[in-house]
């Protein structure tokens, strides 16, 4: 859950520090993690992605979501497998299903979010950063709430 919250934190992050990035590719990857809570996580996370994404705040962002998506997947995908091999019983059971749920919706919402992000325009550009930053903030929220 640790793993998916600081995904969901560092692509939140990320969105949010659109306008403050314009510095040297070299250095770009720093930049954009020195906003997180977990930048050493950012780093290490997006540095493959330092050759094709360079200065484009867009790449950045879509690298972001797509490391999430992946990480999102991996969890999900364990508590599939803890919920298929693993006896459990009553509640324990239930709340396994609704936490198997919610990563599920967390999958379709980062998936979304993608897709706005590969389609930007300038003309609607903070409305769609908007939609996407409403979106993982939704996503956070029922985290939270779980």
């Not at 560092?10 to 720093?30: D, E, I, R």
């Not at 396994?96 to 003309?123: T, Y």
Request: with cysteine.
């Amino acid at each position: 859950m640790l793993m998916a919250n600081a995904n969901i934190y560092l692509t939140l992050l990320l969105l949010l520090s659109f306008l403050k990035w314009g510095q040297s590719a070299s250095n770009y990857v720093h930049d954009a993690c020195s906003v997180t809570r977990y930048r050493a996580l950012c780093i290490r996370t997006l540095a493959p992605f330092s050759s094709s994404a360079k200065t484009s705040p867009s790449k950045w962002a879509r690298a972001g979501v797509s490391v999430t998506i992946g990480e999102t997947k991996k969890v999900a995908h364990y508590l599939l497998e803890v919920k298929k091999h693993r006896e459990m019983r009553g509640r324990y059971r239930i709340a396994l299903s609704d936490c198997i749920e919610c990563f599920q919706n967390a999958i379709d919402e980062l998936h979304g979010s993608l897709g706005v992000l590969r389609n930007l325009s300038a003309s609607n550009f903070y409305s769609q950063i908007g939609d996407v930053t409403t979106w993982i903030v939704k996503l956070e929220q029922s985290e939270e709430g779980r």
